[in-house]
């Protein structure tokens, strides 16, 4: 492991045992506001903050596993133990959302009196100025080490700085109105926790399935090694996450047949290089011979690029024209919206190589990019 991953995992483990120290702090001192005062709203967000403490838990437990070194069941380390801990925080947030809707509810049905005090006042203005900062502390840790873990716990303590919010104003004015504030309160901070685990558990989910990479970082690749020295195109780009700054990749790049094959590895292996120096990728590159000589194989590059530029995004490799099958053949990226529409764009292609070649096949392989 890096000594970089290192210093990565450590500020992780002090920002959650911060964090836990806090939280149980927070969590103490509202329980006994609320059980003294009997408002529901203020116990739910007692239980709220103690949750938020087994959070950091798992938070911190996370970043100590993933210190763990890569072995043969692990060739890319333990880095996804990050994905489940920010897993496991949303089905926490959640758990504790329903539980105290069905208190609420039941607060609604037989509600009891409050007892507004100025200790529970105090302790929720802390409580948001506390919960403020420690979003702020997580965000900041977060966006530094690029953590989702942290980025889960900065979201949920802004959420909590929401939530102490309503049930500060529910406090206060319960003394003042005579219907069951306290309980309606008590739904909306539910509602609000719960949806917030629910985000967090869906985008956690789609990292340990293996959602897509951002555009934006795919874009970065496709630049570096498109504008290698002698790289023709760049196309069928893979990249897979192993957890935070562990990821690994592939991606075609279409060289001139005729340059030899030292040549072309002297090239990619400095491309390989350069992704792995600025964007911290292990990145592969596969070679692609094209013929970049050929003025008839040009003329019928550039009339498909014409016909496809309608298309956002799309683009061709492997162009291949055989003179003896008369066929014209090729892989055409298209984006997914394009999808329904196939045989049109292949029509449409059709007609314009048989301008060309009135004789010839046109057989094109979709490579549907699902962005």
Known sequence: MSEKTNNRNKQGVTVGLTGLCLNLLLGA??????????SVSLTTDAVNNLSDAGSSVVTVSAFALSERKADKDHPYGHGRYEYIASFIIGLIIIVVGAEFMITSIKKIITPEPISMSLLGIIILSVSIFVKFCMCVFYGVTAKKIKSDAL?????????DCFVSGVVLIAFIVSGFVSFNIDGICG?????????????????????????????ELEREICEIVGGGEMVAGVHDLRLHDYGPNVRVGSVHAEFDKN????????????????VARELKIDLVIHVDPVDV??????????????????????SIHELQLD?????????????????????????????????????????????????
Not at 296 to 303: H, I, P, S
């Open 293 to 314: 000589s050929d003025p008839e194989l040009n003329k019928l590059r550039k009339t498909i690029r014409e016909v496809i530029s309608r298309y956002h995004n799309s």
């Open 259 to 274: 340059l030899s094959i030292v040549e072309a590895h002297r090239i990619i292996d400095e491309l390989e290089k350069k």
């Open 151 to 159: 980025k889960a716990a900065a979201f949920d303590s802004l959420s």
């Open 323 to 371: 003179k003896e099958e008369n066929k014209v053949s090729f892989h055409l990226k298209l984006p997914q919206k394009y999808e329904a529409i196939k045989e049109e764009v292949l029509s449409t292609l059709t007609q314009s190589v048989r301008l060309i070649y009135p004789d010839f096949e046109v057989e094109v392989e979709f490579d549907i990019i699902y962005k």
């Open 187 to 215: 739904i909306f901070v539910s509602l609000a926790v719960a949806i917030g685990g629910i985000k967090i558990v869906l985008e956690t989910m789609n990292k340990l399935l293996g959602n897509g990479s951002a555009p």
């Open 29 to 38: 001192g509202k329980l006994a506001a609320g059980i003294l005062s009997g």
